[in-house]
């Protein structure tokens, strides 16, 4: 069963400043979600990866097979970022294995 | 239609009562799955379905009972629960096949029961 471990746990920031969550997992990965759940709300995916990098907006999510690591970057950070950031990966079953989550990152930005 | 639709959005039960939860999405998917998640705690897997048969079953207790009645269509009944089966459940969508395809997650339907 693949381990999925996000580090920090919880992070508040100043509007502004540039944020970093990480992830590792054990076990090899088909591919890699980023996702995004506010308060009390659904969850959103920002980003699905399997190799390099990718940008929307003010967010950047990379991911490094080799060494089973992937990080979710926010520039310019904006107290509508305040969420819930959650990894997930899906195992070479592909779609019909479900995701393992990490535990999430709660990120509050502070105006 | 990029949307998986979830319905109710909110829901109030008694331990008694019978409801159902639905999820609907058009995107082709083939894979349809339920999740529930409690407050501060990531999702756990409950059932998958993929081609519209149950490929998975994450030992949920027989009070949880999906059914898919089309590739379209995912319905969770819901009988005698209990006051710690109040949670978020949340519906998602996928490609079933071995590759990287994306996730569709709907809006949850928030259940408390009495």
């Known amino acids: 069963k693949n381990e999925v471990e996000q580090s920090p746990q919880n992070l508040t920031a100043q509007e502004g400043e540039f944020i970093t969550i990480n992830c590792s997992y054990s076990?090899?990965?088909?591919?890699l979600h980023w996702l995004q759940q506010h308060p009390g709300g659904g969850i959103v995916s920002l980003f699905m990866?399997?190799?390099?990098?990718k940008k929307h907006g003010r967010l950047i999510a990379t991911i490094n097979i080799q060494e089973k690591h992937s990080s979710l970057h926010i520039t310019a950070s904006h107290p509508r970022d305040s969420a819930v950031y959650i990894c997930?990966?899906?195992?070479w079953g592909g779609g019909a294995d479900g995701l393992t989550f990490g535990k999430g990152t709660h990120l509050i930005i502070q105006p | 239609d990029t949307e998986v639709t979830q319905t109710p959005k909110h829901l109030v039960m008694g331990m008694t009562n019978k409801k159902s939860l639905k999820c609907e999405q058009h995107?082709?998917?083939?894979?349809m799955y339920w999740y529930k998640q409690k407050a501060k705690k990531p999702p756990e897997l409950m059932f998958v379905?993929?081609?519209?048969?149950?490929?998975i079953n994450e030992s949920v207790p027989s009070r949880f009972s999906p059914e898919c009645p089309n590739s379209s269509l995912l319905n969770l009944h819901l009988h005698a629960l209990q006051p710690e089966d109040s949670a978020l459940y949340l519906c998602?969508?996928?490609?079933?096949?071995?590759?990287?395809?994306?996730?569709?997650f709907g809006s949850g339907t928030r259940l408390t029961v009495v």
């Open positions: 379905y993929s081609y519209e048969k149950l490929s």
């Open positions: 998602a969508s996928s490609q079933a096949g071995p590759g990287n395809y994306g996730y569709t």
């Open positions: 995107m082709g998917h083939r894979a």
């Open positions: 997930a990966v899906i195992g």
């Open positions: 990866l399997s190799s390099g990098k």
């Open positions: 076990v090899g990965i088909s591919a």
